[in-house]
C-alpha cells in the first residue's frame, strides 16, 4: 500500500496544484466556500477539484504564470490536506487550510509546541512577560508558534531564536507579503531558518483592496491554535484578534492558558473565558505542569 502511495505522490505536480487551488479561489473566494468543495470531493487535489468544478485549464496556465510574479515556485513550497506530512492537527480546524503554504523548515511542525498571542500595543509588561514565557518555553524543547504581529507576538518569536529554540511564524498574508513591514526581516530571518507558514492565496488576494483579505487574520489565528498543543494569552483588549484564538482553542479540544496579570485589569474576556474552560496561570512552571498532565 505504501508503494502505491508513494507512486501517486511523484505523479502530483506541486506547481499544477497550487495553480489550480489559486484558480478555484478566484471563483469561490472564502474559507467556507473552499471548504466546502473540497470536503464535497473528499478533499481531492486541487487540480481534480477545479476540473470537476469546470474550471478550464487555459485558466489555471494562465494563473501559474501570474503566480511567478510573486514568489518563484522554488522559493516556497505546500502541503495539501491530503499529505502524509500534512499535520493532521490542523484538521480539527472548523475550516482547515486546503493548502498550507511554506517556506523553512517543515520538520518544525512535528515538534511539540504552543502558541503566545497577545496585544499588537503590547505594555512593556507584557513584552517582559511573553519573552520570559518563551525562553522557559525553549528551555523545555518546546516550539513557540506566533503571529508575527507587533507587540506580543514579535517579542515571542524573537526571545525564542534568543533563547536558540525553535519558533514558527503563522502570518495572515501571502508569503510574499510582509505584515507589518517592521517585521520584514524577521519574516526573512524566520522563513530562512525556521518556519514561516500561510494558508492565504497569492493571486486573488492581489486583486483585492486589503480591507477585503482581512478576515485571513483571524483565520490565520484558528490555524495557529489548530496547529498548537495549546494557546497562552499574555494581554489582550475586548477587541483583540487573541480572543478569536482562545474561542478556536477551546472549541479544537486545546489547553487556553491566560495569564493571571489579565484579570488584573478590569476586562471582561478573562473571566468569561475562565468560565468555558480556560486556566488561569501565574508563569510558564504551571504550563508546563499542565501540559505533562494533558500528556500522561
Same mark, same amino acid.
Given at each position: 500500500?505504501?508503494?502505491?502511495?508513494?507512486?501517486?505522490?511523484?505523479?502530483?505536480?506541486?506547481?499544477?496544484?497550487?495553480?489550480?487551488?489559486?484558480?478555484?479561489?478566484?471563483?469561490?473566494?472564502? +474559507?467556507?466556500? !473552499?471548504?466546502? *468543495?473540497?470536503? $464535497?470531493?473528499?478533499?481531492? /487535489?486541487?487540480? @481534480?477539484?477545479? =476540473?470537476?468544478?469546470?474550471?478550464? +485549464?487555459?485558466? !489555471?496556465?494562465? *494563473?501559474?504564470? $501570474?503566480?511567478?510574479?510573486? /514568489?518563484?515556485? @522554488?522559493?516556497? =513550497?505546500?502541503?495539501?490536506?491530503?499529505?502524509?506530512?500534512?499535520?493532521?492537527?490542523?484538521?480539527?480546524?472548523?475550516?482547515?487550510?486546503?493548502?498550507?503554504?511554506?517556506?523553512?523548515?517543515?520538520?518544525?511542525?512535528?515538534?511539540?509546541?504552543?502558541?503566545?498571542?497577545?496585544?499588537?500595543?503590547?505594555?512593556?509588561?507584557?513584552?517582559?512577560?511573553?519573552?520570559?514565557?518563551?525562553?522557559?518555553?525553549?528551555?523545555?524543547?518546546?516550539?513557540?508558534?506566533?503571529?508575527?504581529?507587533?507587540?506580543?507576538?514579535?517579542?515571542?518569536?524573537?526571545?525564542?531564536?534568543?533563547?536558540?529554540?525553535?519558533?514558527?511564524?503563522?502570518?495572515?498574508?501571502?508569503?510574499?507579503?510582509?505584515?507589518?513591514?517592521?517585521?520584514?526581516?524577521?519574516?526573512?530571518?524566520?522563513?530562512?531558518?525556521?518556519?514561516?507558514?500561510?494558508?492565504?492565496?497569492?493571486?486573488?488576494?492581489?486583486?483585492?483592496?486589503?480591507?477585503?483579505?482581512?478576515?485571513?487574520?483571524?483565520?490565520?489565528?484558528?490555524?495557529?491554535?489548530?496547529?498548537?498543543?495549546?494557546?497562552?494569552?499574555?494581554?489582550?483588549?475586548?477587541?483583540?484578534?487573541?480572543?478569536?484564538?482562545?474561542?478556536?482553542?477551546?472549541?479544537?479540544?486545546?489547553k487556553l492558558f491566560i495569564l493571571n496579570s489579565c484579570f488584573q485589569t478590569g476586562l471582561k474576556w478573562p473571566h468569561e473565558f475562565l468560565k468555558k474552560g480556560a486556566i488561569k496561570v501565574v508563569d510558564g512552571s504551571e504550563i508546563l505542569e499542565e501540559i505533562q498532565k494533558q500528556d500522561c
Open positions: 500500500m505504501l508503494n502505491v502511495i508513494q507512486k501517486i505522490q511523484k505523479t502530483i505536480s506541486p506547481v499544477l496544484e497550487i495553480s489550480s487551488y489559486e484558480a478555484l479561489w478566484t471563483h469561490n473566494p472564502g +474559507v467556507a466556500r !473552499i471548504s466546502t *468543495i473540497f470536503q $464535497k470531493y473528499n478533499h481531492a /487535489l486541487p487540480s @481534480t477539484v477545479a =476540473s470537476s468544478e469546470g474550471i478550464l +485549464v487555459e485558466e !489555471i496556465e494562465k *494563473i501559474k504564470k $501570474k503566480l511567478e510574479n510573486f /514568489l518563484s515556485f @522554488t522559493d516556497y =513550497s505546500a502541503l495539501f490536506y491530503n499529505d502524509f506530512e500534512y499535520p493532521s492537527r490542523l484538521k480539527d480546524a472548523q475550516h482547515p487550510a486546503e493548502i498550507l503554504y511554506f517556506q523553512g523548515n517543515l520538520d518544525i511542525l512535528s515538534s511539540p509546541s504552543i502558541a503566545i498571542v497577545g496585544a499588537r500595543k503590547a505594555s512593556n509588561e507584557g513584552i517582559r512577560r511573553a519573552k520570559k514565557l518563551a525562553h522557559i518555553l525553549i528551555e523545555n524543547d518546546i516550539t513557540v508558534i506566533s503571529g508575527l504581529a507587533e507587540g506580543i507576538d514579535t517579542a515571542a518569536h524573537t526571545a525564542a531564536i534568543e533563547a536558540g529554540g525553535q519558533t514558527i511564524a503563522v502570518i495572515g498574508t501571502p508569503l510574499n507579503k510582509s505584515y507589518p513591514a517592521s517585521n520584514k526581516d524577521l519574516q526573512a530571518k524566520i522563513a530562512k531558518n525556521f518556519l514561516l507558514v500561510s494558508q492565504v492565496p497569492f493571486y486573488w488576494t492581489s486583486n483585492q483592496h486589503y480591507k477585503a483579505t482581512r478576515f485571513f487574520f483571524p483565520e490565520r489565528n484558528k490555524t495557529m491554535s489548530a496547529l498548537s498543543k495549546a494557546t497562552v494569552i499574555v494581554e489582550a483588549s475586548e477587541t483583540s484578534g487573541s480572543l478569536t484564538q482562545a474561542r478556536a482553542a477551546l472549541s479544537q479540544g486545546r
